[in-house]
């Protein structure tokens, strides 16, 4: 089933059950030279029946078809091993690619995560939908950055690089017909999720600063990789802005009680979930949640406005 949007672009919309994101918004560009798809859904039967489906009926011929991946959740790019054939290009940012294409990342993210509180829990990563529907196979990938041109039909695409959801988080946006394909960097109805497991950068000050590159544009349209198209994005880039502030004036107040791990913290926030109490939330939310905190903390702790304590076994942050 697709929805066509413009002359020569559609959507598919990919279910992706069980999950708060409810579907993914793939993109197909259908020509008569090449076709292209942007972000493809995770890697399960579900997301790719819903594709071979889609593409059927637009009759799409897949040795005709190259990929663009926003960014390397799997939701966005579970399926290139499926889609992509000897004849496709694949594009994604060398940052994100490298992170598809590795295996060691999610140890490190938990011995981190016991660092911020979590449980020892290995169904955290077990039962994470970025671990169990990736990509399976080495994609070789062909690298894009920021200013590069990805021309289709009539439209020509500039890759804006906006780290903070992922670091390596491109959107597409062609400035002639105003129209910005935002991946999860700017969401209609819901946030993207700004996550930290490491001490090494801050994700937020990046997201922030993204949005900022973004704010200028001359933009009528917005194709976001989740829920509804939306036309209002300064309004919805200044949403995000004080949505962020609100969260981080959250932490603060939690805070005010003393020194207290993300995962603690994380236990105290109100999170827009239908579960009335934090231990009703699956392990996976759980682990959504603290990521959250502690890339807020990271971007506290920039600003000067708390100060982290570190043993072998726990880091905790304290008002300044």
């Given amino acids: 089933m697709f929805e066509k949007i413009a002359p020569d672009l559609y959507k598919i919309e990919i279910p992706l059950p069980g999950n708060p994101l409810k579907a993914l918004n793939s993109y197909v560009f259908k020509t008569n030279d090449r076709n292209l798809i942007i972000d493809t859904g995770m890697n399960r039967p579900e997301c790719l ?3 071979m489906t889609g593409l059927k009926e637009l009759d799409i011929n897949l040795a005709k078809t190259d990929l663009f991946i926003t960014h390397m959740h799997a939701d966005h790019s579970g399926l290139i091993s499926h889609l992509a054939t000897d004849t496709s290009t694949v594009y994604c940012s060398q940052l994100d690619g490298d992170i598809i294409n590795s295996k060691d990342d999610w140890n490190d993210m938990l011995d981190f995560a016991k660092l911020s509180g979590f449980p020892s829990d290995e169904d955290a990563i077990r039962l994470h939908p970025g671990f169990k529907y990736r990509t399976h196979k080495e994609v070789n990938f062909t690298v894009v950055d920021e200013n ?3 021309s ?14 992922t670091p390596g988080h491109l ?3 062609d400035e002639a017909k105003k129209i910005l394909i935002s991946g999860d960097h700017i969401l209609g109805r819901i946030t993207p999720n700004i996550s930290l497991w490491s001490d090494d950068h801050s994700p937020l000050d990046e997201y922030l600063e993204s949005l900022n590159k973004i704010y200028p544009m001359e933009i009528d349209l917005v194709l976001p990789a989740h829920r509804s198209l939306f036309t209002n994005c300064r309004e919805r880039i200044q949403q995000l802005r004080q949505h962020h502030d609100n969260r981080a004036s959250e932490i603060l107040s939690i805070l005010q009680s003393g020194p207290r791990n ?5 236990s105290q926030m109100k999170w827009d979930l239908n579960f009335k109490h934090w231990d009703q939330f699956p392990i996976t939310q ?5 990521g959250e905190v502690i890339a807020h903390l990271k971007y506290l702790e920039n600003l000067g406005e708390v100060y982290r304590s570190q043993t072998p076994q726990e880091i905790t942050f304290s008002l300044k």
């Fill in 49 to 51: 029946d819903a594709m």
């Fill in 148 to 150: 590069d041109l990805i």
């Fill in 152 to 165: 289709i039909g009539d439209y020509s695409f500039q890759c804006v690089w906006t780290p903070g959801h």
């Fill in 171 to 173: 959107c597409l946006y």
């Fill in 262 to 266: 993300a995962f603690y913290i994380a």
């Fill in 286 to 290: 759980k682990w959504f949640a603290t």
